[in-house]
């Protein structure tokens, strides 16, 4: 599978999923945060950057609005927004994601995501291409 997205995350194992966010958070190396202080799915910078979070690394360009920021992934309001049906894919290992993303320091992320690959019995291979 090449880019997964909110339409075809149900179809990604987790294993994919989390390559996917661990490649993009290792290699932005930097919080989607507000200057309000809070995290955000995107985040477009003074200089046109965009910042993701863990989560928003899986939102497409053409499936963001504005209207997900402040929802929890998984919630009534995001699940609504994204069209699932019962529990949103993934739930555990992207709360997960998303929390090592709002409340951890950028500087341990490579080794909380080592936990959490063991957590959720998951290779590291992914993690071997940053130093």
């Not at 994919?16 to 309000?36: E, G, Y």
Request: with cysteine.
């Amino acid at each position: 599978m090449n880019t997964i997205t909110m339409k075809n995350l149900h179809l990604a194992t987790e294993q994919q999923v989390f390559d996917q966010a661990a490649r993009h958070m290792l290699t932005q190396n930097a919080k989607a945060l507000a200057w309000s202080g809070g995290c955000q799915y995107r985040l477009e910078l003074d200089d046109g950057t965009v910042l993701k979070c863990a989560v928003g690394c899986f939102i497409a360009d053409d499936e963001y609005s504005s209207e997900i920021e402040g929802s929890i992934y998984g919630s009534f309001s995001f699940n609504e927004f994204f069209g699932f049906k019962g529990e949103a894919p993934h739930l555990t290992l992207l709360r997960s994601l998303q929390n090592l993303h709002d409340n951890y320091t950028v500087d341990i992320w490579k080794e909380e995501l080592e936990q959490i690959a063991l957590d959720f019995n998951l290779n590291i291979d992914i993690l071997k291409e940053f130093n």
